[in-house]
């Protein structure tokens, strides 16, 4: 996998699917889909508010896929810490 720094987060495909990796302070990585669960649109990092942001519809959730704000109502698919 492609490394990913501390305090950092890339976009990554692996096996097909788009992956959403971000990787914490303590060195935790975190992977979850990177397709928002609203319409399929593919997040962005927001380094300002570590959260992954949908540019469709303003949707964005946690660094573990959890939904912070609408409209999607789906927590993102997690592949794991």
Not at 38 to 48: D, E, Q, R, T
């Amino acid at each position: 996998m492609t490394a990913v720094a501390t305090d950092e987060a890339k976009l990554l495909t692996i096996d097909g699917k788009k992956i959403a990796a971000y990787r914490d302070p303590q060195g935790q990585l975190h992977t979850i889909s990177a397709t928002c669960t609203h319409l399929g649109c593919i997040v962005n990092w927001n380094s300002a508010e570590k959260s992954w942001d949908c540019p469709c519809h303003v949707g964005r959730f946690d660094c573990d896929g959890k939904v912070l704000h609408g409209p999607p109502v789906k927590d993102l698919e997690s592949y794991g810490k």
